[in-house]
């Protein structure tokens, strides 16, 4: 195993607990959700050894989010076999959108407002608004960049232009924790930019080594942009460190998706056999960074 593969592999262990349902969702998304959506159990075995994650902790895991509605099992003869639920897929359909397409560029100058009223379960309201884009100005005024297509509830909605540019920005810094947000980018880029610098030089690494940095890159990223509005360039501090953050994430996720596809194409398992090719939009994650060159795999 390649020695910047080994780092990052201490650096996600050093994390406490581990949570492997977590990563196992990764995984479906990231790599089995585009060919299908299905694995065998003794395919996510092999892929979570390489995690150094034990068959128990992944069954454990497994029967867990089974339990919860996220993925539902069957066997074939003495075989397991596992997707992700209607319920699983949709949820990561949405993170999907936030993670691979370009976040907006234009603002067009004003701001969606929500006034709560009359609501009982006021924090399942705001969380499923915070998850469509709107932050807090109070507890019961919300604001967004855009209006959020298809959103209805028990709220008063309202368009408002601010006066300037300046003023606008000081409403995004009041309704959005942005540097808490930029911090978890930052911490993004320094884990991740020896793994830059490692491929730019022309490390080594194996199929396997190519597809674990895929999922684990993709696994951090994700857990730093879905707390981010992903608010039009305009309205955010410069320089940006989220936009510093999807450079390096897109780059090497491009870099090594060669090699990861083929271990895929090689090992992975589903009820019928191999899995099948990707689908049509699998080909248009991060498509709009410069392109790069493959790196071979060794």
Same mark, same amino acid.
């Given at each position: 195993?390649?020695?910047?593969?080994?780092?990052?592999?201490?650096?996600?262990?050093?994390?406490?607990?581990?949570?492997?349902?977590?990563?196992?969702?990764?995984?479906?998304?990231?790599?089995?959700?585009?060919?299908?959506?299905?694995?065998?159990?003794?395919?996510?075995?092999?892929?979570?050894?390489?995690?150094?994650?034990?068959?128990?902790?992944?069954?454990?895991?497994?029967?867990?989010?089974?339990?919860?509605?996220?993925?539902?099992?069957?066997?074939?003869?003495?075989?397991?076999?596992?997707?992700?639920?209607?319920?699983?897929?949709?949820?990561?359909?949405?993170?999907?959108?936030?993670?691979?397409?370009?976040?907006?560029?234009?603002?067009?100058?004003?701001?969606?407002?929500?006034?709560?009223?009359?609501?009982?379960?006021?924090?399942?309201?705001?969380?499923?608004?915070?998850?469509?884009?709107?932050?807090?100005?109070? #507890?019961?005024?919300?604001? *967004? =960049?855009?209006?959020?297509? +298809?959103?209805?509830?028990?709220? $008063?909605?309202? !368009? @408002?232009?601010?006066?300037?540019?300046?003023?606008?920005?000081?409403?995004?810094?009041?309704?959005?924790?942005?540097?808490?947000?930029?911090?978890?980018?930052?911490?993004?880029?320094?884990?991740?930019?020896?793994?830059?610098?490692?491929?730019?030089?022309?490390?080594?690494?194996?199929?396997?080594?190519?597809?674990?940095?895929?999922?684990?890159?993709?696994?951090?990223?994700?857990?730093?942009?879905?707390?981010?509005?992903?608010?039009?360039?305009?309205?955010?501090?410069? #320089?940006?460190?989220?936009? *510093? =953050?999807?450079?390096?994430? +897109?780059?090497?996720?491009?870099? $090594?998706?060669? !090699? @990861?596809?083929?271990?895929?194409?090689?090992?992975?398992?589903?009820?019928?056999?191999?899995?099948?090719?990707?689908?049509?939009?699998?080909?248009?994650?991060?498509?709009?960074?410069?392109?790069?060159?493959?790196?071979?795999?060794?």
């Amino acid at each position: 195993m390649a020695a910047f593969v080994e780092n990052l592999l201490d650096r996600f262990h050093e994390r406490t607990p581990i949570r492997a349902g977590s990563l196992i969702v990764t995984v479906f998304g990231d790599g089995v959700v585009p060919r299908g959506g299905v694995l065998s159990l003794t395919s996510l075995h092999e892929i979570m050894r390489a995690f150094r994650i034990s068959d128990t902790l992944v069954r454990t895991a497994l029967s867990r989010l089974v339990f919860e509605g996220w993925f539902e099992r069957w066997k074939v003869g003495r075989n397991s076999y596992y997707r992700l639920t209607p319920r699983g897929q949709e949820a990561f359909a949405q993170a999907t959108q936030r993670i691979y397409a370009d976040p907006p560029q234009d603002w067009q100058g004003s701001f969606d407002f929500l006034l709560l009223e009359n609501v009982q379960d006021r924090s399942a309201l705001r969380a499923e608004l915070s998850a469509a884009g709107y932050g807090s100005l109070g #507890p019961d005024l919300l604001l *967004a =960049a855009a209006a959020s297509a +298809g959103q209805m509830g028990p709220f $008063l909605r309202l !368009a @408002a232009t601010p006066a300037d540019l300046p003023t606008a920005r000081r409403l995004v810094e009041r309704a959005w924790p942005l540097a808490d947000i930029e911090s978890r980018y930052k911490r993004f880029i320094d884990t991740y930019s020896g793994t830059l610098g490692a491929l730019e030089r022309g490390a080594g690494f194996t199929n396997l080594d190519a597809l674990l940095v895929r999922i684990l890159l993709i696994h951090d990223y994700r857990r730093a942009v879905l707390k981010d509005p992903l608010l039009p360039s305009q309205l955010l501090p410069k #320089p940006w460190a989220g936009t *510093a =953050a999807r450079s390096v994430c +897109g780059t090497i996720y491009r870099a $090594l998706l060669p !090699a @990861a596809e083929r271990w895929i194409d090689t090992h992975a398992q589903n009820d019928v056999g191999p899995l099948p090719a990707v689908d049509r939009d699998f080909k248009q994650r991060f498509a709009t960074l410069e392109p790069v060159a493959e790196v071979k795999a060794v």
